[in-house]
């Protein structure tokens, strides 16, 4: 329901986009929710979307969510790249009203199958 493409292997401080397109529903009237999980590491949330963003410390100023309503597709422009961003990445979603502030805790309940990113030189 939920699919995520834009992984792959970049340089530190470099920029790559993900994309996270519905496929049963429109992503519009849902939050939706960045997170990711580095090897023995435990899962972060890192970015969401209601009717405005939020954005974990460990990417304020470097990441931005953003929403194409026409494409049904939330991306995460992620920018700045640094080694710790290794990991895969996750994104999800839940029904609710978009007036209320997102979350970025792990209390999502569609959820999409992962895209890896890794920062290395």
């Known amino acids: 329901q939920l699919v995520e493409s834009g992984g792959g292997l970049v340089q530190p401080g470099g920029s790559l986009r993900l994309s996270c397109t519905g496929t049963?529903?429109?992503?519009?009237?849902?939050?939706i929710g960045w997170f990711r999980q580095a090897p023995g590491k435990e899962q972060e949330g890192i970015a969401c979307i209601s009717s405005s963003g939020d954005y974990s410390d460990s990417v304020k100023g470097r990441f931005s969510i953003a929403r194409d309503a026409a494409k049904n597709t939330v991306y995460l422009q992620m920018n700045s790249l640094k080694p710790e961003d290794t990991a895969v990445y996750y994104c999800?979603?839940?029904?609710?009203?978009?007036?209320?502030?997102?979350?970025?805790?792990?209390?999502?309940?569609?959820w999409g199958q992962g895209t890896q990113v890794t920062v290395s030189s």
């Open positions: 999800a979603a839940r029904f609710g009203p978009l007036r209320s502030p997102c979350t970025l805790d792990s209390g999502y309940a569609y």
């Open positions: 049963r529903f429109a992503l519009a009237h849902y939050h």
